[in-house]
């Protein structure tokens, strides 16, 4: 590679030295280091090796770059802009009151929310990395840990802070504020093993997904402590939608030996599960004890009442949102995850096996 010293002069042949005409391409270029590395390098100097961040700020003054006004005023921290990113897949009765936790934090903070769903449309993803990459947002929050990413590139290669809510994200470093989901999934299971259930059924949440992991660890933790053997156990598939709750009670009513209790990793397919098998001639918890996972307000509503876990979900949006504050207030953090507790609410839809 050659130096920056010879880099810089050859830029400088090529472009008049203007500071107009001199770009983070060109700086990047010269010092030997990406677009992403000479943003965080102007924009938040303490995220940068200092080897490196010189290199930088050499190449910035032998070519007289000036960012733009938009970076300059990212580098401020005066947009006054958060991103909120939700991911393609998400729940909207779940994540409602999550959402007014942030809006409620920020707006105390004078902060505008700007809403980006990665399942609105073709192009999204690659339309908020510019945004964020634009300098219009001041940190990012990430619902169930959505990062946008195209070609390479995600919103954490600009620098700005960003808090994963509901899940980690898959980069490091990225602090988050999350339910304990294996010792709550344990709480589920066990509150039916309680009751005399000893043939259960799982109701699961998409493979590989952050929540459904743990989730799903924290059923066989119990189970296994239990004693039950594998042939007592029926795994059914789910997606965290009505849709999977009714395809879960379908395949629930086709099986020849029906588990007496259900552990559904959400609300909404516990909810729709329910439905499912009552149209199938079954009663709930006569027959069949169900227990849900979120704690959302339909579950109030049906038909028996819901029995589940209650996620503190405003907790879990100010929270994030408050951690979110700390770090572009330049605040150091101690903890990268903060674990909030959920809680079992005993309702009408389990009871006691039948004997």
Do not use: W
């Amino acid at each position: 590679m050659p130096s920056a010293k010879k880099t810089i002069k050859r830029i400088q042949k090529r472009v008049p030295r203007k500071a107009a005409n001199i770009r983070i391409g060109d700086v990047a270029r010269a010092a030997g280091v990406s677009t992403a590395t000479v943003s965080r390098a102007l924009t938040f100097p303490d995220r940068v090796l200092e080897q490196t961040r010189e290199r930088v700020l050499a190449a910035v003054r032998e070519l007289g770059y000036t960012p733009n006004s938009a970076a300059r005023q990212l580098r401020v921290g005066t947009s006054r802009t958060v991103l909120v990113v939700v991911g393609a897949r998400h729940n909207p009765p779940f994540f409602s009151e999550v959402l007014r936790g942030i809006d409620v934090a920020l707006s105390q903070a004078g902060y505008a929310v700007l809403m980006g769903n990665l399942g609105s449309g073709e192009g999204k993803e690659k339309y908020l990395i510019d945004l964020v990459f634009g300098g219009h947002i001041d940190g990012a929050l990430a619902l169930s840990g959505a990062i946008p990413s195209h070609e390479g590139r995600t919103i954490a290669d600009s620098g700005i802070p960003i808090v994963g809510i509901c899940a980690e994200t898959d980069i490091v470093g990225i602090p988050a504020v999350v339910v304990d989901d294996e010792i709550c999934c344990r709480t589920q299971t066990r509150y039916l093993l309680e009751m005399g259930h000893r043939h259960l059924a799982y109701v699961a949440g998409p493979r590989g997904n952050y929540n459904e992991c743990r989730r799903h660890a924290g059923f066989q933790a119990e189970v296994a402590a239990a004693g039950l053997k594998p042939d007592d156990i029926v795994r059914l598939e789910g997606n965290y939608d009505f849709a999977s709750g009714v395809t879960a009670g379908e395949a629930f009513l086709a099986l020849e030996r029906r588990p007496t209790g259900v552990v559904v990793t959400s609300d909404e397919m516990a909810i729709a599960f329910m439905a499912t098998i009552r149209r199938g001639g079954l009663k709930v918890p006569q027959d069949v004890s169900v227990v849900g996972f979120d704690g959302i307000e339909l579950g109030d509503f049906v038909e028996p009442t819901l029995t589940t876990i209650r996620q503190p979900r405003f907790e879990l949006g100010s929270t994030g949102a408050n951690l979110l504050l700390q770090l572009m207030r330049g605040e150091a953090m101690e903890n990268r995850l903060t674990v909030l507790n959920g809680a079992l609410d005993k309702r009408e839809s389990a009871g006691p096996v039948k004997r």
